[in-house]
């Protein structure tokens, strides 16, 4: 192991790719790199925000030290205590050798099935076509999931599709259960990930989208009073309608109002 102060010259990591805290570029502006970053031969292996932040300060040189071993594992070892990016973990993934693949997604605590090593190959070629900011918010349990998909062509789609961690979690889930089906096109309009969960579970429940439908379609042809609310339990673990009531003393005919409108619920929406 050797230190040394040195102009940086290689990165195992994409420096664009690399954010910066406001925090870290006033610290290093003002105290310079406090802990030196690591370097593996002429590549730099970790430090690459420290590195950044004291470029963007017009510092040419860095204090490094110098360890010897495979730079992908070494990486994953470094930050064993933080999660990685999904940019990080997939831009270290392609340097590392073949036979080195299985043991860095061990120390990255991901599965080193053939479907996960499929996908971290296709988004190692991948990934810098897509919004980072975008592609780094996914976490690696929903790639967990899009790993299942026979074809990648949706990827770029997913990337990009607005929606919340949640909705996108549902929307991959959705995705390998229509996969599973042989139903998945390869196209997809969807905009948002709310859209895209109810075009997907058209696909994967098109019983349970029909009824919802028909249930929808029936509410907003019928004149519900005010005072009386229906709703149906959209999983259909229980077939039925729930409603609720209120009754004063002048409105106790909403008891035979409600009634009557259940009845014509349920003569449309045959799956109550």
């Known amino acids: 192991m050797t230190n040394s102060n040195q ?58 030290v110098d360890i010897q071993g495979e730079p992908g594992l070494l990486f994953a070892e470094l930050n064993q205590h933080r999660a990685l990016q999904p940019f990080e973990i997939v831009s270290v993934f392609s340097k590392v050798p073949d036979s080195k693949k299985g043991e860095f997604c061990l120390a990255c605590n991901l599965s080193t099935s053939p479907q996960m090593l499929r996908l971290l190959d296709y988004l190692a070629a991948e990934y810098q076509n897509f919004e980072p900011q975008k592609f780094n918010g996914i976490p690696m349990n929903i ?3 899009i790993a299942h998909l026979k074809n990648f062509a ?28 042989n139903s998945l096109p390869e196209v997809i309009e969807a905009k948002s990930a709310r859209e895209a969960i109810d075009f997907l579970n058209s696909l994967v429940q098109p019983r349970r989208t ?3 439908t028909k249930f929808q379609n029936c509410i907003s042809e019928i004149d519900i009073p005010s005072g009386i609310s229906f709703k149906i339990d959209q999983t259909f ?30 003569a449309k929406v045959e799956e109550l």
């Open 7 to 64: 102009k940086p010259q290689n990165f195992l990591l994409p420096l664009d790719m690399v954010t910066v805290s406001p925090a870290l570029e006033r610290s290093v502006r003002q105290r310079g790199i406090l802990v030196p970053a690591i370097g593996c031969g002429q590549l730099i292996i970790d430090g690459h925000q420290r590195i950044k932040a004291a470029l963007q300060a017009g510092q040419s040189h860095v204090p490094v």
């Open 143 to 145: 790639w967990r999931e």
């Open 154 to 181: 949706l990827i770029k789609w997913f990337v990009e599709l607005e929606g919340t961690v949640s909705e996108k979690r549902m929307t991959a889930s959705l995705l390998r259960q229509s996969d599973r089906k």
């Open 210 to 212: 029909a009824a919802l």
């Open 237 to 266: 673990d229980r077939p039925g309608m729930d409603f609720q009531l209120h009754v004063t003393r002048n409105s106790v005919k909403r008891f035979e109002q409600a009634a009557e409108i259940a009845e014509k619920i349920f």
